[in-house]
């Protein structure tokens, strides 16, 4: 069965840390672009950041550079969100997507034509 499966996510408060797991299952991660994506509640789903499928390219988005850092393990076929210095703002439901797109074109995609998303994780940011 081919599926991506987020986990690590929880509750954390303001300042801590969180690191987001994406296991690919059924297919090899190796050759596809990665992306995170966020949605809050009543907002519509953001995408924060993506790493390449080659030479571990990243982009982060204004809203958590400097905070999230991506990064990925082709031996376990896992991509990780390591989430730094987390605010309320933070608060959405995040998820994980596969394309075999280049990085740089990954965001410009509508959400039908990516080729496989994870389910979801809860991330909740509150004292």
């Known amino acids: 069965q081919v599926q991506l499966v987020e986990s690590g996510g929880g509750l954390v408060q303001p300042g801590g840390s969180l690191r987001l797991s994406c296991a690919a299952s059924g297919f090899s991660l190796d050759t596809y672009t990665i992306g995170w994506f966020r949605q809050a509640p009543g907002k519509e789903r953001e995408g924060i950041g993506c790493i390449s499928s080659d030479d571990g390219e990243t982009y982060q988005a204004d809203s958590v550079k400097g905070r999230f850092t991506i990064s990925r393990d082709n031996a376990k076929n896992t991509v990780y969100l390591q989430m730094n210095s987390l605010r309320p703002e933070d608060t959405a439901v995040y998820y994980c997507?596969?394309?075999?797109?280049?990085?740089?074109?990954?965001?410009?995609?509508?959400?039908?034509?990516?080729?496989?998303w994870g389910q979801g994780t809860q991330v909740t940011v509150s004292s």
């Open positions: 997507a596969a394309d075999l797109s280049p990085w740089y074109q990954f965001f410009l995609k509508d959400r039908d034509e990516v080729d496989y």
